[in-house]
C-alpha cells in the first residue's frame, strides 16, 4: 500500500476544515438534504438583488436550474461588494514576462471594468444576451473584459491564445459574436508574439456576425489598422465614466460560453450560469484552497481554458482574494521564474498543471532550493493524472515537505472543482484525487450505474447535478444530451457520464486513469483525435488516418497518427509528411495539436461493420497488450503489421 501523507496538525487548527470528521460532517449535511445544504451556502456566499425562491428545478432533465428566482450580476459579487472592507487591497498583481509589473487594487478594478464595461454599451452596442469573442494574451485587461462583459450581461467566449485562425473563426461563427477583443499580441520567451494578425486572418475567412474589433495595446509591435472595424482600446476606454451600474441578471442566464473538444465533430460551447457557477468557485476557493484574507494566490493556467476562468478571475476575486496574473512560459528567463516569483510575491497557495511540474522537474531540479519558498501553504495540481515522482518533487522541494498537495479533478462542464483533497484534512497521496467533495455525488460506475468495486476500472459520473455543472451546448442542446447524458444509467435514468475512466485504490480514493473517449490530454490541452483526424485527412495523399495519444515523459500525452497513405510511392518518407501534416494541423487547430509521430500503415483494424477499433490502435501506442480477441476484425493481419512495426521502432 502506497504512504499517505498527513495534513501539518499546527496548520490544521487554522484552517477552515480541520479535519476529516469535519469533511464528513458537510458530507452527510449534502447527503441528508442535498438542496437544503446548496440553498444554504447559496444564500451565505451571495450577495443577491433579489433572493431565489427555489433551490434546484429538476422537472426537464438534463436541463437542470438552480436557484430559481434570484438575481445577482457576478461582476458586482467579484468586485463592488469589496470596495468597503477591502478597497485598497491588491486584486490583481501582474507580472510581464520582461519583468513590468502592475497592481491593481478593488477600487482601481471597479473604475476600469465600469469603463471598459460602458465603452462596450456605448461605443459597440453590446447589450445583455450578446456574445463577445475574448482572444486575448495573460494581461489584467483580459479580465477586465471578462468581467466588463459580465457586468453589462453579454456572453463571453474566451478563445485560447494558441489557436489557428480558423479554430477562432469556427468559434467566433458558432457563437455568432457581434465584437472581438483581442490585442496586439504579447511577449513570450522574451519576444514579442502576435494575436491581431491572426483575428484579421479568421475574420477574412467569415464571420459576417463580427461588427468591430476590439484592440488592446500590449507589444506595440506594428498591426494592420481597418478603419470602421478596428478600435484601439487604451485611449478609448479612458473618455468612458467609472461609474456602470450592474445590470440585474437572473440566476439561470448565461455567464459564459467556453469551447472544448469531445469525442466526435466540432468543439462544443459549454454554457455557463451565473449564480450555480460562481457560487461554486466560491466555495472551493475556500475549500480547497482554503483562502484567508491575507493570502496571496497564483494560478498559473492561461485565461483561455476553464482553470483560468473559474481560479483566476471569477473564483479568486469572488472571494476577494489577491489573485496574481503571469504572462509568460514558466522557464523565462530560466526555470526558477516562477519560484522567484513565489519568493517575491509571498505565494501562499500556488496551483499548477502536472505538465509544467514535469518540465521544472526536468529543466530545473535544483532551482526550488535556490529561493525562499516558505510562504507557501498550499499547492495544487490540474488538469491531467499527474505521476509520482512529478508529485514527490513538488511535494519535498517545492512545498518543503510541509504544503498538502490538492490534486484537483474536474472538467470544462463542471465548472469548478468535484474531487479533491481538502488541504488540512484528507490524507494524500500521489496520483490521486482522494475523493469526491461535499454535495458533489461522484461515483465510479458500471455501464448501469452501479458503483464499481475496489480496484476494478469504471466510468466516472456524477449521479445527481451540481449547481456549476454545465447548463448546455451553445445552440445545440440535443447534443448535450447526447454527449453527457446518454451512456451511463442509475436507476433507469441517464447521468452525468465525465468520459473519464477510474478506480477506488486500496484506501477507497479515487484515482482516474484518463479518458475513456477520443479525447486525448497533451500538455494539459484537451484535443478531440476527431478535429486533428479531420485536419490530417484534408493532405493530399491521407487516405485514412486515426490519432491516439501516446504517452509522453513530459506532456503526458503526444499525438499519434495511424495514416493510410493513397499512394504507396511516398510510403517511407515519414519526416516530409509529418512536416506536411504538422504545418496543415498549424492551420486549422494550432500548434497545440501538432503531431510528434506518425506511421504510415497498409490499413487500420476494422470490425466487420467497418468502425475503426480505435481502442486496439489506443492501446497499442501505449504499449499495453491487446486481450481483445481481434478473429472478429474484418482485417486481424493489420493488427500484427502494427504491432511489428512498433517493436521496430
Ligand atoms: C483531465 C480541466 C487526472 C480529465 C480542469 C478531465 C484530470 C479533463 C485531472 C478535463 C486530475 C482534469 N487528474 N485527470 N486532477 N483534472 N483531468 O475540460 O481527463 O480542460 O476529463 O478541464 O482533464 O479537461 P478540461
Known amino acids: 500500500m502506497e504512504k499517505l501523507f498527513y495534513p501539518n496538525r499546527e496548520e490544521a487548527k487554522k484552517a477552515r476544515i480541520r479535519n476529516i470528521c469535519e469533511y464528513q ?54 468586485i463592488d461588494r469589496h470596495l468597503e472592507s477591502r478597497k485598497n487591497k491588491a486584486a490583481i498583481i501582474f507580472e510581464g514576462e520582461l519583468g513590468d509589473k502592475r497592481v491593481i487594487t478593488y477600487r482601481e478594478l471597479y473604475y476600469e471594468v465600469n469603463r471598459t464595461a460602458n465603452l462596450l454599451k456605448n461605443r459597440f452596442g453590446i447589450s445583455k444576451g450578446d456574445r463577445v469573442v475574448i482572444y486575448m494574451p495573460m494581461i489584467p485587461e483580459t479580465t477586465f473584459m471578462m468581467l466588463a462583459c459580465a457586468r453589462i450581461g453579454a456572453i463571453h467566449s474566451v478563445v ?55 484592440i488592446v495595446e500590449r507589444n506595440g509591435e506594428e498591426i494592420e489598422y481597418i478603419e470602421g472595424r478596428d478600435y484601439l482600446y487604451n485611449e478609448l476606454v479612458k473618455q468612458e465614466s467609472p461609474i456602470c451600474e450592474p445590470e440585474i441578471m437572473d440566476s439561470e442566464d448565461p455567464l ?70 503571469y504572462e509568460g512560459v514558466p522557464v523565462y528567463p530560466d526555470a526558477g521564474r516562477w519560484w522567484r516569483m513565489v519568493e517575491e510575491y509571498q505565494v501562499n497557495q500556488f496551483y499548477t498543471a502536472p505538465t509544467a511540474i514535469r518540465l521544472l522537474h526536468k529543466t530545473g531540479i535544483e532551482e526550488p532550493k535556490k529561493y525562499d519558498l516558505s510562504s507557501l501553504r498550499i499547492l495544487g495540481t490540474v488538469g491531467e493524472p499527474i505521476n509520482p515522482d512529478a508529485w514527490l518533487w513538488y511535494y519535498n522541494e517545492v512545498g518543503g515537505g510541509r504544503c498538502p498537495i490538492v490534486d484537483t479533478w474536474w472538467q470544462t462542464e463542471t465548472g469548478g472543482h468535484m ?97 475513456v473517449d477520443d479525447v486525448i490530454n497533451v500538455s494539459g490541452h484537451r484535443l478531440g483525435t476527431a478535429e486533428i483526424e479531420s485536419a490530417i485527412g484534408n493532405h493530399d495523399n491521407v487516405a485514412e488516418v486515426a490519432v491516439v495519444g501516446k504517452p509522453h515523459q513530459l506532456k503526458g500525452e503526444s499525438v499519434f497518427a495511424y495514416i493510410v497513405l493513397k499512394s504507396e510511392d511516398s510510403l517511407g518518407e515519414d519526416v516530409e509528411l509529418l512536416k506536411e501534416i504538422n504545418s496543415i494541423i498549424s492551420k486549422e487547430i494550432g500548434a497545440i495539436a501538432k503531431c510528434d509521430e506518425i506511421m504510415v500503415v497498409s490499413g487500420l483494424p476494422k470490425t ?42
Open 160 to 214: 485560447f491564445g494558441g489557436f489557428s485562425a480558423d479554430a477562432l473563426r469556427d468559434r467566433i461563427e458558432d457563437a455568432q459574436a457581434k465584437l472581438v477583443i483581442t490585442a496586439d499580441g504579447a511577449y513570450r520567451r522574451g519576444k514579442p508574439y502576435m494575436l491581431k494578425p491572426i483575428v484579421d486572418e479568421a475574420l477574412s475567412k467569415g464571420c459576417e456576425s463580427v461588427e468591430k474589433v476590439l
Open 608 to 649: 466487420r461493420s467497418g468502425k475503426i477499433m480505435r481502442r486496439i490502435l489506443r492501446a497499442i501506442a501505449k504499449g499495453e497488450k491487446i486481450n481483445q480477441d481481434i478473429s472478429t476484425l474484418e482485417n486481424p493481419a493489420v493488427v500484427e503489421e502494427i504491432e511489428k512495426k512498433f517493436q521496430m521502432k
Open 256 to 325: 459564459f460560453l467556453l469551447y472544448t473538444s469531445g469525442s466526435t465533430g466540432k468543439p462544443k460551447g459549454v454554457q455557463h450560469s451565473q449564480a450555480g457557477y460562481i457560487l461554486h468557485a466560491m466555495v472551493t476557493m475556500e475549500m480547497v484552497f482554503d483562502i484567508r484574507e491575507n493570502d496571496t494566490y497564483w494560478c498559473t493556467a492561461d485565461v483561455g481554458w476553464i482553470t483560468g476562468h473559474t481560479y483566476i478571475v471569477y473564483g479568486p476575486l469572488a472571494v476577494g482574494a489577491t489573485t496574481i496574473i
Open 419 to 515: 474531487i479533491s483533497p481538502i488541504p488540512f484534512a484528507t490524507p494524500i497521496k500521489p496520483g490521486s484525487a482522494t475523493n469526491p467533495l461535499p454535495g458533489i455525488m461522484a461515483e465510479i460506475v458500471d455501464e448501469v450505474g452501479n458503483r464499481v468495486p475496489q480496484g476494478e476500472k469504471g466510468f466516472l459520473c456524477i449521479t445527481k447535478p451540481w449547481p456549476s455543472m454545465i447548463r448546455t451546448i451553445w445552440n445545440d442542446p440535443e447534443r448535450f444530451k447526447k454527449s453527457y447524458f446518454g451512456d451511463v444509467t442509475k436507476d433507469g435514468k441517464p447521468i452525468y457520464f465525465s468520459g473519464d475512466g477510474a478506480i477506488y485504490d486500496e484506501n477507497g480514493y479515487i484515482v482516474i486513469t484518463g479518458r
Open 25 to 78: 460532517e458537510l458530507v452527510e449535511e449534502a447527503k441528508e438534504d442535498y438542496e437544503g445544504y446548496w440553498g444554504r451556502l447559496a444564500e451565505e456566499k451571495i450577495d443577491w438583488f433579489e433572493p431565489f425562491d427555489q433551490v434546484l428545478d429538476e422537472s426537464n432533465p438534463p436541463f437542470y436550474k438552480w436557484f430559481i428566482g434570484g438575481k445577482l450580476n457576478v461582476s458586482y459579487q467579484c
